[in-house]
């Protein structure tokens, strides 16, 4: 259990309610014995302690997609709440495309390159970077949980990526990871994670040329993801 405080860090992200149908599902499957919960406005409380919220988990997510619950829906789950993503702006598509290309061409075989696809952050985390490089074999029966490079390609969702995302990135141990602005037509580089926090960060410009540390060989020019 939690304080509902951690709600108001995704603000004005908006956060997907967990409907009572979709509840009394999980509740049929046996999700939460023995859990003195309730559900609140759409979110799951803990009935005898005030204000502690009950962080939906993963498996129960992934229970809920499998389900055919959240079809249509740009969702995610980030610290245990259902967050709606923004729909992609011709600049984000456009840089996705590109650092897709790039990425692709530049890893080879060596690693899967994943996009918009889910990863294992946590037992209350599965997020959708734009894009990630994973290692071999690491997404034939489930989703990834590990990662050489995530990447969010920002525009709206900028407070969120480097807020939320980067210590939900950070606490899963994954090495680097990028926010690439859009608006700024920049790339923030978050490197050596200790303790749930990214102790590095450094910015890059047109000019600049990008090399992730976990990745042999691979150098992305900032000028080619924003054309």
């Known amino acids: 259990m939690v304080s509902p405080d951690w709600l ?3 603000a004005p992200e908006r956060v997907r309610p967990l409907k009572r149908a979709e509840y009394e599902r999980l509740v049929e499957a046996g ?6 919960i309730e559900l609140l406005d759409g979110v799951i409380y803990n009935k005898y ?5 009950r962080p939906l988990k993963r498996v129960e997510y992934e229970w809920l997609v499998n389900a055919g619950w959240f079809e249509d829906e740009r969702i995610e789950l980030l610290d245990g709440a259902i967050v709606e993503m923004s729909p992609h702006s011709v600049e984000h598509a456009t840089a996705i495309m590109r650092l897709t290309r790039l990425l692709v061409a530049a890893v080879g075989e060596r690693a899967w390159v994943r996009v918009q696809l889910s990863f294992a952050a946590s037992d ?6 734009d894009l990630a490089v994973v290692p071999l074999g690491s997404t034939e029966n489930a989703h990834p949980s590990s990662a050489l490079l995530l990447i969010e390609v920002s525009a709206e969702s900028l407070r969120k990526d480097r807020r939320i995302k980067a210590p939900v990135y950070a606490r899963s141990g994954v090495p680097e990871y990028w926010v690439v602005n859009v608006l700024a037509r920049s790339v923030e580089r978050f490197t050596a994670p200790v303790d749930g926090t990214y102790t590095r960060l450094d910015t890059f410009q047109a000019g600049d040329v990008l090399r ?13 993801i924003f054309g």
């Open 31 to 36: 999700f939460f014995e023995d859990e003195p």
């Open 124 to 129: 209350i985390g599965e997020p959708e970077p």
């Open 212 to 224: 992730p540390a976990g990745i042999a060989g691979v150098e992305i020019p900032v000028a080619a």
């Open 49 to 53: 302690e005030d204000e502690l919220v």
């Open 8 to 10: 108001a860090d995704l």
